[in-house]
């Protein structure tokens, strides 16, 4: 038997296109089960995603997804933190203002590439934590693409012209942060990062959960890394990386873990 759970959502407050509460009612269209809001490098969203979870009766965890240096897509989720923790306020600051530099580049080196497009116009189309899609949605305003999609596989990407590496955190530290503030650490879309793995490195460092179920996500990977939270003693989660209408990652919200899964989640979030 299986549960519907999302742990694994995005609002206009990262890189989303709909407003938090609007994504818990989405999910609550969708009979999610169990839910947490995780935009990038910001808890912004989660104080109206929680009152709006608490109306309809969603069970709530709070959540962040910070992006480390070690790959654009190596990403570990926050799961119960204390979203006033002075410490992770400060290091939360300190990814946002990474991401300012980093698409100051991109923005740059798009410019000398000979694209229309600056700094301050992408800035005044982000809530609160600017990044990469921010820059392709710009990009389609402009009609140099026809979809975000696009506008990443032809600029934003390494190889092409407005690339440019992730500033972020390292792992151990982003690991260290959401512990402190009383929170579970958990590799986020693992199944997409395979080659950079180091599970030992990484428990050692404190990371409590694995997202073994994920859109993207074949039968034998989210088989393969259930027996690897086996191994290291993490606990699993689910999650679809709903983004929103006109994303491209709007058609999944919630997504199917087995029933003990979603037990064990319970036990430790409620």
């Given at each position: 038997?299986?549960?519907?759970?999302?742990?694994?959502?995005?609002?206009?407050?990262?890189?989303?296109?709909?407003?938090?509460?609007?994504?818990?009612?989405?999910?609550?269209?969708?009979?999610?089960?169990?839910?947490?809001?995780?935009?990038?490098?910001?808890?912004?969203?989660?104080?109206?995603?929680?009152?709006?979870?608490?109306?309809?009766?969603?069970?709530?965890?709070?959540?962040?997804?910070?992006?480390?240096?070690?790959?654009?897509?190596?990403?570990?989720?926050?799961?119960?933190?204390?979203?006033?923790?002075?410490?992770?306020?400060?290091?939360?600051?300190?990814?946002?203002?990474?991401?300012?530099?980093?698409?100051?580049?991109?923005?740059?080196?798009?410019?000398?590439?000979?694209?229309?497009?600056?700094?301050?116009?992408?800035?005044?189309?982000?809530?609160?934590?600017?990044?990469?899609?921010?820059?392709?949605?710009?990009?389609?305003?402009?009609?140099?693409?026809?979809?975000?999609?696009?506008?990443?596989?032809?600029?934003?990407?390494?190889?092409?012209?407005?690339?440019?590496?992730?500033?972020?955190?390292?792992?151990?530290?982003?690991?260290?942060?959401?512990?402190?503030?009383?929170?579970?650490?958990?590799?986020?879309?693992?199944?997409?990062?395979?080659?950079?793995?180091?599970?030992?490195?990484?428990?050692?460092?404190?990371?409590?959960?694995?997202?073994?179920?994920?859109?993207?996500?074949?039968?034998?990977?989210?088989?393969?890394l259930e027996k690897i939270a086996?191994?290291?003693?993490?606990?699993m989660t689910g999650g679809s990386?709903?983004?929103?209408?006109?994303?491209?990652?709007?058609?999944?919200?919630?997504?199917?873990?087995?029933?003990?899964?979603?037990?064990?989640?319970?036990?430790?979030?409620?």
């Open positions: 038997m299986h549960r519907l759970a999302d742990l694994h959502t995005h609002s206009h407050f990262s890189d989303g296109t709909s407003s938090p509460e609007s994504v818990v009612k989405h999910a609550v269209r969708r009979r999610v089960e169990m839910f947490a809001l995780t935009d990038h490098d910001t808890v912004g969203g989660v104080a109206e995603s929680a009152r709006a979870a608490a109306e309809a009766g969603l069970p709530f965890i709070t959540g962040v997804e910070i992006s480390t240096s070690l790959h654009d897509h190596l990403h570990i989720l926050g799961y119960g933190i204390e979203p006033n923790h002075p410490g992770l306020a400060a290091f939360l600051e300190f990814c946002r203002e990474s991401r300012k530099t980093r698409v100051r580049q991109i923005t740059g080196k798009l410019a000398a590439a000979g694209a229309d497009i600056t700094y301050e116009e992408v800035a005044a189309t982000a809530h609160e934590s600017i990044s990469r899609p921010h820059v392709a949605d710009l990009l389609v305003k402009k009609g140099l693409a026809s979809t975000r999609q696009l506008a990443f596989r032809q600029y934003l990407v390494p190889g092409k012209p407005g690339y440019a590496p992730s500033l972020g955190p390292g792992i151990a530290e982003t690991i260290a942060q959401i512990t402190a503030a009383g929170g579970k650490a958990v590799l986020a879309h693992p199944g997409i990062v395979q080659s950079f793995w180091d599970f030992p490195a990484w428990t050692t460092a404190g990371l409590a959960g694995i997202e073994v179920y994920y859109p993207l996500h074949t039968a034998s990977m989210s088989g393969k086996e191994k290291y003693g993490l606990f990386d709903y983004h929103g209408p006109a994303s491209g990652r709007e058609k999944t919200a919630g997504i199917r873990v087995p029933e003990k899964t979603f037990n064990k989640l319970r036990e430790l979030f409620f």
